[in-house]
């Protein structure tokens, strides 16, 4: 009689748990994900070679590499839309000094200062200030690409060390992996340990649900929020170390608009733009959604103005999308009925 009931009593609960995990936004954009492969099959052959999927990845992981900085800022309530900004800046620094003749290596160091420098500035207007992270990233947005043109002026840099180059062009010996994707799978890793598996994660959801219970309940919203702005600024500086490594041209406008992208990714991958929700493997399913469409567009010679639109549409669906299935969510778990009392008597052979 016992085994029967928890028999019954499995099933019952086995099938909300598989209705919630329909549910759920990652599984929602594997399904996306999935389509997009298929379509895009179907439509040329040149899609799924291995080949292409090497480019294409390589061709991903500045935006990448952004959208991970860019993921702890939005969790913490705030936004960073000067990411792209920074690279171009990164981009610019790297090719000045080595022009002037200054070794890789403090080349590099210089560029991820700068960057670093740069996510201070927005983080020390929004923290200590008071200031809104739109505003201030918006305008810190046209700042620091100016400076990369004050920097390099309207000229570009395509003289680099052979080893530099090299990593941006090479993959792992025996693979068709790029060096640049292994940077970036890295990077992912720490960066999730850090929001899902520290407390540094934890602050950051509690920042973002209510900054200001977070900071009654003893967590230092303003410093943490200031070393995310930092970090974003250092990775966008990272991503332009690995796109001009990638592409061996250093220039001023360079990554101009990638900002459309790293945004949608973020959002698209269930991150609320009003904070407190969202998860990094949600991020990464998005990027290889905007990659494989970006492709196919690509591979059918569709022109970069019309993929934006396609884009800008993905953006609208990401905040329409996650909040109508956050509102289904939480209706069913207001239809849920509430455990029986008597379900752990029964459960363990009878009552007392």
Known sequence: MTMRWSALRGKHVARPRARELLFQWEALLVLMLVATILIGSSITEAFLTGQNLSLASADLVEKAIMALGLTLVIIAGEIDLSVASVLGLSSAIVGATID???PLGPAIALALL????????????VAKLGLPSLVVTLG??????GLAFVVLGDRAVSEFPLAFTDFGFANVPGTLI???VVVFAALAVVTFVVLHGSWIGRDVYAIGNNAQAARFSGVEVDRIKIGLFVASGTLAALAGVVFTARFASARPDN??????????????GGVSIF????SLVGVVLALFLIGALRNVLSLEDVAAEKQS???GALLIVSV????????????????RPAPSRTEPSMEGGGGR
């Open 178 to 180: 790029p060096w640049t």
């Open 140 to 145: 810190t947005l046209a700042l620091f690409r």
């Open 100 to 102: 002037a003749g200054v």
């Open 275 to 278: 904070g407190g929700r969202g």
């Open 114 to 125: 700068a960057g670093a420098l740069c996510g201070l500035f927005n983080g020390l207007l």
């Open 309 to 311: 639109i396609v884009i």
């Open 320 to 335: 329409v999308g996650t909040n109508a299935l956050r509102g289904l969510q939480e209706r069913a778990a207001r239809r």
């Open 255 to 268: 990554a101009l608009g990638f900002e459309l992208d790293v945004v949608t990714a973020v959002l698209l």
